[in-house]
């Protein structure tokens, strides 16, 4: 009988003791979520945290000031606020082609636009796989790289953009949420080659001029520095959009 009443008693304080240990969780968990979310439940804080997020914009890398000036220098023509907005409508329209499995909308991009977007939906298709993009908002585009090389200028533009984009098969969510909005980065490279034939030769641009025959040694120039000739770039005299991707999205 002894022995019981010590095994009682034994098993009492164990269990005070785990309640203890209990409480002293909870409290500090609870503690912890009003310090982080300003709520109870941790569970409710991660929820609010999860939906602040999905409206907060992502913050790209903005060189645009820096950047700006020195594709004017080669480029006087060049508009900054045009090709934003074109690249902006790109990156808009790619995606929905990829949602609707349909070029439809693509007919005036160029074609490395249409052959990556084209591949996503063949790609797709394949898999079996609806993959969707939905309301999809544009909040910022910078300049985030400006490179000559080979014959080539390409910038590289960084947009904030805001999505819903999940991918689904026979009704089963394969990634993505449907409800939830994602704040994302994309990268989308608009590319003016001035010599196609050299664009992918090591030696540079490659151009003289077509008066007094003077080494034209810098992208975008329009006349010879030598004899102030008119300079007419070869081949593809245009900017155009090339190639876009996801740089990162923030999610909880």
């Known amino acids: 009988m002894k022995g019981f009443i010590t095994f009682g008693i034994i098993l009492l304080c164990i269990v005070l003791v785990l309640a203890g240990i209990v409480i002293y969780v909870k409290n500090k968990v609870r503690k912890f979520s009003r310090q982080m979310f300003g709520t109870d439940s941790l569970t409710e804080g991660w929820k609010r945290q999860e ?4 409206m907060t914009p992502a913050s790209v890398s903005g060189m645009t000031r820096i950047l ?9 023509e060049f508009n900054w606020v045009q090709f934003k907005n074109k690249a902006e409508e790109a990156l808009r329209l790619s995606l929905l082609a990829i949602s609707m499995h349909s070029m439809e909308q693509m007919s005036d991009m160029s074609d490395a636009l249409k052959e990556q977007v084209q591949g996503r939906i063949l790609e797709n298709e394949a898999s079996g796989a609806r993959e969707v993009y939905d309301r999809i908002r ?11 090389k080979n014959g080539r200028c390409i910038i590289t533009l960084q947009s904030a953009v805001e ?3 999940y991918k ?9 949420r449907k409800e939830l909005l994602e704040q994302t980065k994309y990268n989308t490279e608009l590319m003016y080659i001035q010599d196609e034939n050299r664009a992918n030769e090591n030696h540079g641009v490659g151009l003289t001029c077509p008066n007094c025959g003077a080494p034209i040694k810098t992208l975008g120039v329009k006349r010879c520095e030598y004899c102030g000739s008119e300079v007419v770039p070869i081949n593809m005299q245009v900017w155009s959009l090339q190639h876009f991707y996801e740089v990162t999205y923030q999610k909880v």
């Not at 939906?51 to 999905?54: D, G, P």
């Not at 544009?138 to 000559?148: G, N």
């Not at 689904?168 to 993505?176: Q, T, Y």
């Open 51 to 54: 939906e602040e997020l999905s």
């Open 68 to 76: 700006e000036p020195q594709i004017q220098r080669d480029f006087p």
């Open 138 to 148: 544009i909040h910022q585009t910078e300049i985030a790289k400006y490179e000559k």
């Open 163 to 165: 999505h819903i984009h």
């Open 168 to 176: 689904e098969k026979e009704g089963r969510l394969l990634s993505g």
